[in-house]
């Protein structure tokens, strides 16, 4: 018996490979192998003798190389976990990651403090350059009884959102194609979740890393990264509700500056929260209406 050929002496070399590339290098190969073999990673730790046939060999060795050559893992095997669901992923959009987990845990948190919202009967959330639906889909399974509304401006987006809001058994968000507010019903929203672009355009990390495969257009924004973020943050307030709230995904360098377009636009109690590495990530505030 050939041992090259275990679970275990594959998962060690690929390891060992992607340690040039990636801070998650065990991880990424695990995830390989169980796409190879479709099973989870529990199977591997169990079973790390089992030696995999000619066809498992060379599609593990192939998606290695794909890894090696820089593509995300998520684009890889087609999927990614997002909170508590599974995402298929296309080059289409964003790649879901764990700090905008960040912004659904404070959502959820701050929704549940408002007490404002208990004189609504009906409770309404807009997510805003929506991509895969993470956000939205995530808050609507944990929100059920809200009616979500989720736009993209790029087709693709809103068809892959659509299919994973299908995949995960989500019937409370609607998406739709928008560019941000300008295809939204003229009617009023209990909270407001966007992750937009909002690295500047000259930012040398996009020519690093897994972002090297994901679109630019989704990525990157004008002035100094803060254009699309001072765009949503002053038409909002036509989409709120009295005391209706503002959550917006940023750079971690881009707390102040974001605080700052809340404050000179009215919204109050204003703040940025920090995110799994401790680094200022989503700011939110309250429009209330003045009188």
């Not at 500056?257 to 700011?283: C, H, M, P, W």
């Amino acid at each position: 018996m050939d041992n090259k050929n275990q679970i275990k002496w594959l998962l060690n070399a690929a390891t060992s490979t992607f340690n040039q590339i990636s801070d998650t290098a065990k991880l990424d190969a695990e995830i390989l192998m169980c796409h190879v073999l479709d099973c989870n990673r529990t199977y591997l730790f169990t079973w790390p003798d089992k030696v995999l046939d000619e066809t498992q060999i060379a599609l593990f060795h192939q998606l290695c190389a794909k890894r090696q050559a820089g593509h995300p893992i998520a684009h890889i095997v087609g999927y990614r976990a997002f909170w508590t669901l599974n995402l298929k992923v296309t080059p289409t959009t964003l790649i879901p990651r764990p700090d905008t987990e960040t912004l659904v845990e404070h959502a959820l948190l701050l929704v549940a403090e408002q007490k404002d919202n208990q004189q609504y009967e009906h409770l309404t959330g807009l997510d805003l350059g929506t991509g895969t639906g993470a956000i939205a889909l995530s808050l609507a399974s944990e929100l059920p009884h809200w009616d979500w509304l989720a736009a993209d401006f790029i087709a693709d987006a809103v068809t892959l959102a659509q299919e994973n809001a299908e995949l995960n058994g989500i019937t409370n968000c609607k998406i739709i194609q928008s560019d941000w507010f300008e295809q939204i019903p003229n009617t009023k929203f209990n909270l407001i979740v966007s992750n937009p672009p909002y690295i500047e355009e000259n930012d040398p990390h996009l020519k690093q890393g897994d972002v090297r495969f994901e679109p630019l257009s989704a990525l990157t924004a004008a002035d100094n990264g803060l254009s699309d973020i001072k765009k949503i943050v002053s038409q909002a307030k036509d989409y709120l509700h009295d005391n209706g709230l503002l959550i917006i995904e940023h750079g971690n360098t881009q707390g102040e500056a974001i605080r700052d377009v809340f404050i000179q636009n009215g919204y109050r109690n204003t703040s940025t929260i920090k995110d799994l590495s401790e680094n200022d990530r989503i700011t939110v505030g309250y429009f209330k209406l003045m009188g």
